[in-house]
């Protein structure tokens, strides 16, 4: 275990991780490109994401089930039955076993477990508009998890506590389609290993496709892999598809009858000038919106003691404080006689006499007072900030 005394620093966002390098030097010299290892001689850096001493808490009360835990040894998932129990809870004693037996104990997603890295990973994708989860590993000392394999997300590996020593080889087959097929390597089938030694407070970067392992060395390891599921070039363009044919019939016709026995298949001219409107400024504008709310229909807010603000509903006055609660991203549509004002979690509708003052509180970052709100009377301010601290999108400060 970490016996370090050196001041824990506190891990919010990206830049975090990356110190010290600068965001846009990674993004041109690193982001898709090639791996690269940060050294730290601060191995308590980490320490304020999760310890191997708080594992088993993870475990106890947050109960991770089905994907979200997995025991595996050498590539070998060990049975679930071996270390649930009926009601679905986690025998944490056959857990210690396992590990004492030399299995490596993961949680998937564990940022649905934790908030440090709920509020990590919310922060990451806030700023690199790229969907991210979390993995944890926790390793006993000369034990590895998996077989060589390439990942088709980008990785962050942290190293928390301990050593690990990792392997990368060449690439055959770069940047992999994301969530596409993961093979598994024999080493013969690899060139050009690269061998790196990962210490606590040491963060590497893995793009995509690049073949890796990892092995502990003499000491146990807890790393996490912070997962960055990129959106494709790919992907814009099939909403772009997708976009234009929302509006152009052509394009939602049905192949001829039989086709695939016909040796070619005669396209329309006007789905060839369908096609030439995929490069179109507003077509293209549209599929980002189209992703835009995809995104913002995944996120969850951070559970932050909102339960407290609601307690003041009663008393609220129009010269309260109020402000938008963290990454609430939230966005404003006017609908004919509707207007809406969408954010990470729910919608919130009325008339469109509500447009401006919804726009306003979407707008303003900082804090504001009640009676700041535009376009609406006093009562009706009040009404509105109630209306959207009930569901979630502001707070009191």
Not at 221 to 229: A, K, M, P, R
Not at 313 to 330: F, G, K, P
Request: net charge neutral; with cysteine.
């Amino acid at each position: 275990m970490n016996t370090t005394k050196e001041k824990t620093t506190t891990i919010n966002g990206f830049q975090d991780l990356i110190h010290p390098y600068a965001v846009e030097e990674f993004s041109k010299q690193y982001w898709d490109q090639k791996p690269l290892l940060i050294k730290r001689e601060d191995t308590s850096y980490f320490q304020s994401l999760l310890s191997i001493d708080k594992v088993d808490e993870v475990l106890d009360f947050h109960r991770p089930k089905g994907n979200s835990i997995r025991v595996i040894k050498n590539q070998e998932p060990l049975s679930p039955v071996k270390y649930e129990n009926a009601d679905g809870s986690l025998n944490l004693n056959q857990l210690y076993a396992s590990y004492s037996d030399g299995h490596t104990i993961v949680v998937n997603e564990i940022d649905r477990f934790w908030k440090p890295l709920k509020k990590l990973c919310s922060n990451i994708a806030e700023l690199l508009q790229h969907k991210t989860v979390a993995n944890m590993y926790l390793t006993p000392k000369n034990q590895k998890a998996l077989m060589p394999h390439y990942d088709t997300h980008d990785v962050f590996v942290v190293q928390v506590e301990g050593t690990k020593h990792w392997k990368l080889y060449d690439t055959e087959y770069p940047t992999p389609l994301v969530n596409s097929f993961q093979p598994i390597f024999q080493r013969e089938q690899l060139k050009n290993v690269r061998e790196i030694t990962v210490t606590a407070g040491d963060i590497m970067y893995i793009p995509r496709g690049v073949p890796h392992e990892a092995i502990t060395t003499d000491e146990s390891s807890l790393h996490l892999t912070i997962g960055v599921y990129p959106t494709q070039w790919l992907d814009l363009l099939q909403k772009t598809l997708h976009t234009v044919a929302m509006s152009n019939e052509e394009l939602r016709k049905a192949l001829p009858i039989g086709f695939l026995n016909q040796p070619s298949i005669n396209t329309p001219e006007t789905l060839k000038n369908i096609l030439n409107c995929i490069l179109d400024t507003t077509n293209i504008k549209g599929a980002m919106q189209v992703i835009e709310e995809e995104s913002r229909g995944q996120k969850r807010p951070l559970a932050d003691g909102h339960f407290t603000h609601l307690d003041h509903l009663s008393t609220l006055e129009v010269d309260a404080t109020l402000t938008q609660r963290e990454h609430m991203n939230c966005k404003v549509q006017k609908l004919g006689s509707a207007a809406r004002i969408i954010f990470a979690g729910n919608v919130i509708r009325g008339p469109i006499s509500i447009a401006p003052a919804l726009e306003f509180i979407a707008t303003t970052k900082s804090s504001f007072q009640i009676h700041e709100i535009p376009s609406l009377s006093e009562d009706n301010k009040l009404k509105l900030a109630k209306r959207l601290i009930r569901g979630g999108l502001l707070q009191v400060k």
